[in-house]
């Protein structure tokens, strides 16, 4: 029943074959036996696990269930979730108790899902491989000698380990798609807007993106049909009608057009990615899809934008961590401004203190133009390449990163290089569009390699088709690691 | 384009980040080196282009001017590191 997905247990639950009790007891169980060495959970709290899963049986009992009511989730710790510990991978929040929930988590609840705890995750979404957590970095589960990703390390490393059937995460410049890729999952970002920032604790607010990560496209589908949705406390979500993001899975790809951007398979790609992605697409022209060749020339600008606009956003939305209203407080301070410098020099790593203050330089007098303002508009030209694409293909295919997840530690003491591996992923966010990582093989060391599946805007039932006609067809994503 | 230690104090102090005269060098190092990534935005030509503030092009939506918020200071009370009175608290600002 572990292995199971989340479709799976959705009818297990349906036909009484097993009880929500049952499921976060064995799922804990499980927690309990191999989350010390993954570190994937950084908070658990198994009486109110049990009892939302007791209101779930009570729930199916009484006849009024959900599809998904008494699936037991993770939820990474960024989602505020009254009572539960909200700590965003920081010292700055490991106090916090939120008051409130997100609108993903209101939504996860109201359908009756059971929270067996919280994922680790970089601090503030912040990194690429979950080692800039106040908790310590996450193990991939299938080496624990390298990163699991980031930054929804946790939450990806928990759904490979079968932790959890299915977990939240976050992706700004992609934190769902890269660790979905390095840990031999499915994850999809949305559309920017789709699904509801209210109570995500904000990083880059122009860019984030809450999504699901679970074992098969199908499941995220069955996710995103709870955790999507207009919500009016979120001034950038998008007023659009409900979609079943399961209504197109079973189409046929026959006359699919894919788009294979050039720029995304030169320099730089690893060997055996490029032969695992090209895996991917042969399997797809087997389907009868069509491969058409795409340009995306201002792929590689789209790292410097993006470390550019997401620290200046970044300074602006960490400004209100000042020990005043909630957090850390620094226990010594002669006066007010030292109380502010003292509580966020001690509160925020390393990684987060860079961004803060890239931020607050080039969104600083006299520096507004040369860098926030140049960094926009080579967001549009970046945004303008995709357009321009999309009018040759339905979908774009690629890979996710340009190797597969690298060791624990190679990365960490150059912020560069750490921001180099994300150019695969960073233009999508800076377009808006939705994009998803599908397990498509193994590197020549065994760790998994994801296939990137980039869509037009809003066009998450036709990306989800596609990797679940892939899905129905490899058997990639049933592969787990031996734990 | 380089920046100097000078620098890094005025960036720290716009900041609210205490960096000590010990972490200083290290600090310029590393903004230095992402500052050299990011210089490379200024060899592309971008005359008449729009910025991209956002990806969706709408408008901020307005709602009615009425209370929609119920109290809930006790519980965002709860969490503060210092309150009295119902108030927070900092040092003295005003003597």
């Given at each position: 029943?572990?292995?199971?997905?989340?479709?799976?247990?959705?009818?297990?639950?349906?036909?009484?074959?097993?009880?929500?009790?049952?499921?976060?007891t064995a799922y804990l169980a499980r927690i309990d036996a191999l989350n010390p060495a993954l570190n994937a959970l950084v908070t658990l709290d198994r009486e109110r696990t049990l009892a939302a899963a007791a209101a779930a049986d009570a729930r199916r009992a009484a006849g009024d269930a959900h599809a998904l009511t008494g699936v037991p989730l993770v939820h990474k710790d960024i989602f505020?979730?009254?009572?539960?510990?909200?700590?965003?991978?920081?010292?700055?929040?490991?106090?916090?108790?939120?008051?409130?929930?997100?609108?993903?988590?209101?939504?996860?609840?109201?359908?009756?899902?059971?929270?067996?705890?919280?994922?680790?995750?970089?601090?503030?979404?912040?990194?690429?491989?979950?080692?800039?957590?106040?908790?310590?970095?996450?193990k991939n589960p299938w080496d624990t000698a390298a990163i699991p990703g980031g930054s929804s390390g946790g939450s990806a490393a928990a759904v490979a380990a079968r932790l959890a059937p299915v977990a939240t995460g976050t992706d700004t410049g992609g934190s769902i798609r890269q660790p979905a890729s390095h840990c031999g999952i499915t994850g999809i970002?949305?559309?920017?807007?789709?699904?509801?920032?209210?109570?995500?604790?904000?990083?880059?607010?122009?860019?984030?993106?809450?999504?699901?990560?679970a074992q098969t496209a199908e499941d995220c589908a069955l996710m995103l049909n709870v955790m999507a949705g207009f919500d009016k406390r979120d001034s950038t979500s998008v007023e659009r009608a409900a979609e079943d993001y399961t209504r197109e899975l079973d189409k046929?790809?026959?006359?699919?057009?894919?788009?294979?951007?050039?720029?995304?398979?030169?320099?730089?790609?690893?060997?055996?990615?490029?032969?695992?992605?090209?895996?991917?697409?042969?399997?797809l022209k087997a389907q009868g899809a069509e491969v058409v060749e795409v340009s995306l020339?201002?792929?590689?600008?789209?790292?410097?934008?993006?470390?550019?606009?997401a620290p200046a956003e970044a300074s602006a939305n960490l400004s209100r961590f000042d020990g005043v209203r909630y957090g850390y407080r620094a226990p010594e301070y002669k006066d007010l401004v030292e109380m502010y410098e003292k509580t966020r020099a001690q509160g925020f790593g390393e990684e987060v203190k860079r961004r803060i203050m890239v931020g607050t330089y080039v969104l600083s007098h006299g520096y507004y133009d040369a860098?926030?303002?140049?960094?926009?508009?080579?967001?549009?030209?970046?945004?303008?390449?995709?357009?321009?694409?999309?009018?040759?293909?339905?979908?774009?295919?690629?890979?996710?990163?340009?190797?597969a997840a690298f060791n624990i530690g190679e990365k960490s003491g150059d912020p560069v290089q750490m921001y180099l591996s994300d150019i695969y992923t960073l233009s999508v966010?800076?377009?808006?569009?939705?994009?998803?990582?599908?397990?498509?093989?193994f590197a020549d060391n065994g760790r998994p390699i994801g296939l990137q599946i980039i869509g037009n805007y809003f066009s998450e039932a036709k990306m989800l088709n596609v990797a679940h006609r892939f899905q129905c067809a490899t058997d990639w994503h049933r592969r787990a690691p031996a734990l | 384009m380089s920046l100097t230690h000078q620098d890094v104090a005025r960036i720290a102090q716009l900041a609210r980040i205490e960096v000590t005269d010990a972490q200083v060098e290290a600090t310029l190092a590393q903004l230095n080196n992402i500052f050299g990534l990011i210089e490379q935005m200024q060899a592309v030509d971008t005359t008449g282009i729009e910025p991209m503030a956002h990806p969706q092009d709408v408008s901020l939506r307005l709602r009615d001017d009425v209370v929609t918020e119920t109290d809930h200071r006790e519980a965002?009370?709860?969490?503060?590191?210092?309150?009295?009175?119902?108030?927070?608290l900092v040092p003295k600002v005003i003597e």
């Open positions: 029943m572990i292995e199971a997905t989340l479709k799976e247990l959705s009818v297990q639950l349906a036909n009484k074959d097993v009880s929500a009790v049952e499921l976060a505020c979730q009254q009572g539960w510990k909200t700590g965003c991978g920081s010292k700055m929040l490991d106090n916090f108790v939120s008051p409130y929930s997100a609108h993903v988590v209101e939504r996860c609840d109201a359908a009756g899902m059971v929270t067996l705890g919280r994922a680790n995750m970089d601090e503030f979404a912040m990194g690429s491989s979950n080692e800039n957590s106040f908790h310590g970095a996450v970002k949305p559309t920017y807007g789709v699904v509801s920032r209210f109570g995500m604790v904000a990083y880059a607010s122009s860019l984030d993106q809450g999504g699901p990560l046929p790809l026959a006359g699919l057009k894919v788009g294979l951007p050039r720029e995304y398979f030169a320099e730089g790609l690893a060997p055996d990615v490029a032969r695992v992605i090209e895996g991917a697409v042969a399997e020339p201002n792929t590689q600008l789209s790292i410097p934008a993006y470390y550019v606009i860098y926030y303002l140049k960094a926009q508009k080579i967001r549009r030209l970046i945004a303008n390449d995709f357009k321009a694409a999309f009018e040759r293909c339905d979908v774009i295919l690629g890979p996710v990163a340009p190797t966010n800076l377009a808006g569009l939705p994009g998803m990582s599908v397990p498509a093989g | 965002y009370q709860a969490v503060a590191p210092q309150v009295e009175k119902g108030l927070f």
